[in-house]
């Protein structure tokens, strides 16, 4: 029907909204360019000129810590001025539609909107939206997508396994309300991994997942069995409320990451997660802070990778 | 006002007429077909050559939006919308605001629509009050008062004591009860089919039993109420398979499903368009495939435009939070003749989804023009080709999945009691 409403006319990434329909290509691109960077964030000046003059608007619809701060140093670094909104606090309660907020701050003159919104498809709506010059990138939206997250997690994967072609990934816990989980998804089976599990119990699953490319498990020892990556997902504490799970204690006990459980996957296993983390509940604080563990070198990459997306859509 | 219309394709399903004729009309009733009447004089000649008369359309759900949303549609002009669409009898649900609950609503409603000398409004009253689902509403009251049926809309009855009470009591006064069978609970906070599009996309899911099993409570108490139930905008595959049985066992029940869901499904969503935010959801291929089959087969009764105009602020939202809904009223007939042209349905069958058995569900002397009957007819052209954008679209919602989308089939003239309230070349 409609096509690619991420790409430009001539194949080039416009804004990045989700990483489904995303050729390797650009996701190898992606990740290469976030290497680079790395280097920057080493160097004792932390700053390259590459969006000098550039005003990135950071809309957060949602409360978020880690995303924002990442995208705004992220911007920073690349010489950007950045300007941090929280909407829920301001407009939106004032009865601004989000529309009306977007195009205010459009003639503030913007060159690219980062946004983060409960509501799935927000991003797309507001990339539909804008005029041609600016860009959109996708901070996470409802359930939907999280794609800087899920280049970020190949960025860890990559750095520590270096192939994509001969993995295992178990990605473990609440998939059904998990934006991470389906860019994660998407990502790993476009960059060639052969085998991806979800685990989970089937409360947390969604419909037809397995039409994503994943193998289900129920079972978590069996499904971490051999694994190389084991990614575990946030388990919000409203879950716990509804009639999906019957208690934290139950929910640990049986898809919780211990260094028990741990050690059914291959010795040389990493352990990931987006974070925020619930020690305790969908993971011990053993296995958190252990050796396998590369939950930290995901936040620092995230800031490279960020930078890298930053940058290659100004230049297209 | 003597009309004759001349040189016309003229189909009239209930009546099996089905050939080139003109039609006399005077007093605003149907004076002849075929041959002049002796002294008749036309004061109008209406050209039909190329064109197909048939019985006016019968819609059984537009939203006209009064009262309560005026800053979305008016009477006037979803009226309007009505006419050029060549629709002349119209249901429209108790969802307005405040909903129709009461007769003085329901007879204020009757009278505005009447002023306007357009198409015919019968309301549908809300089955409980304030459609909560908890109290009864004067049934026989509001009938007095003009409705022809009674809904809940889309809001649903959690309490199925509540329905059991509301299907014995319209039983008592032979009232039909028209349900769109969704379980609450099951589709509380959903937006779109539980399917792989709404997994991919990350909405919140309405599984096919919120409908299924809805349709089985309301299909088993009407057998034990002895109510006349009619079950409006069916979704699913099994759901029209349960109907098919049903009425095999001699229930009677009748039902019908809309314009969308007859041409689209789930995958059409695409990235978030908010115009394909319907209720009930669009969903799967093959559910589409058997509401286009029984449609054919009789299993299902009617097709209606569901028309739900929604103003733009509203819509021009993330899909989850637009509002749900789409406008109808001008696309029913060239999204009809498309499905009987893909479905190799008669033509003379297909009008009869849209004219004949609506008009039997709502119990209305209509949809079918004998002599002597009153003169409410559609006159339109199957071949002109037209492209759906706002600029084309009398109503006032221009929300439709099918902006873009290029129709076949346009209503040259629409009638009602012999006036012409509808002429293309003058609009």
Known sequence: ?316 | MKIQISNGRVIDPKNGVDQYADVFIAAGKIAAIGTMPKDFHANRVIDASDCIVCPGLVDLAARLREPGFEYRATLESEMDAACAGGVTSLACPPDTDPPLDEPGLVEMLKFRAKNLNQARVYPIGALTQKLGGERLTEMAELRDAGCVGFSQADAAISDTQVLVRALEYAATFGFTVWLRPQDAYLAKGGVAHDGFVATRLGLPAIPYSAETIAVATILLLARETGARVHLCRLSSAQAIEMVRVAKADGLKVSCDVSINHLHLTEMDIGYFDPNYHLIPPLRALRDRDAIRAGLATGTIDALCSNHTPVDDDAKQMPFGEAEAGATGLELLLPLTLKWAAEQRVKLSDAIARITQYPAEILGLDAGHFAIGHVADLCIFNPETRWQVVPAALRSQGKNTPYLGYEMQGAVKYTLVEGQVVFDAAKS
């Open chain 1, 1 to 316: 029907m409609t096509l690619n409403p991420q790409l430009n006319t001539d194949g080039s990434l416009r804004h990045l909204l989700t990483i489904d329909g995303l050729p390797r290509a650009i996701l190898t691109h992606i990740l290469d360019t976030a290497e680079s960077f790395i280097a920057v964030s080493e160097q004792e000046v932390k700053k390259v000129p590459l969006l000098r003059g550039k005003a990135i608007f950071n809309l957060f619809f949602e409360p978020s810590t880690r995303t924002r701060t990442t995208f705004e140093i992220a911007a920073k670094r690349l010489s950007a001025d950045v300007i941090n909104l929280n909407i829920s606090a301001s407009s939106q309660s004032k009865g601004e539609t989000l529309l009306d907020t977007v195009d205010n701050l459009a003639a503030m003159q913007a060159d690219m909107f980062v946004v983060r919104h409960a509501q799935s498809g927000a991003a797309h709506m507001i990339a539909r939206h804008v005029a041609p010059h600016i860009h959109v990138v996708n901070a996470g939206d409802g359930r939907h997508a999280h794609p800087t997250q899920g280049l970020l997690d190949m960025f860890t994967i990559r750095k520590y396994k270096g192939e994509f072609h001969n993995l295992r990934v178990a990605i473990v816990g609440d998939v059904l309300h998990s934006r991470v989980a389906r860019s994660q998804i998407h990502a790993l089976t476009t960059l060639g991994v052969p085998e991806v599990r979800v685990i989970a119990p089937q409360t947390l699953l969604p419909t037809a997942v397995e039409q994503m490319g994943v193998h289900v498990y129920h079972d978590m020892r069996q499904g971490l069995r051999d694994v190389d990556v084991v990614i575990m997902l946030r388990l919000q504490n409203e879950r716990m409320r509804g009639a999906r799970l019957p208690s934290a204690q139950e929910y640990f006990k049986y898809y919780g990451l211990t260094q028990d459980k741990l050690a059914l996957a291959r010795p040389d296993a990493i352990v990931m997660h987006p974070g925020p983390m619930n020690r305790g509940v969908e993971i011990d604080s053993a296995v958190a802070d252990g050796k396998q563990s590369v939950i930290l070198p995901q936040v620092t990459y995230g800031i490279a990778v960020r930078m890298a997306v930053m940058s290659i859509l100004a230049g297209n």
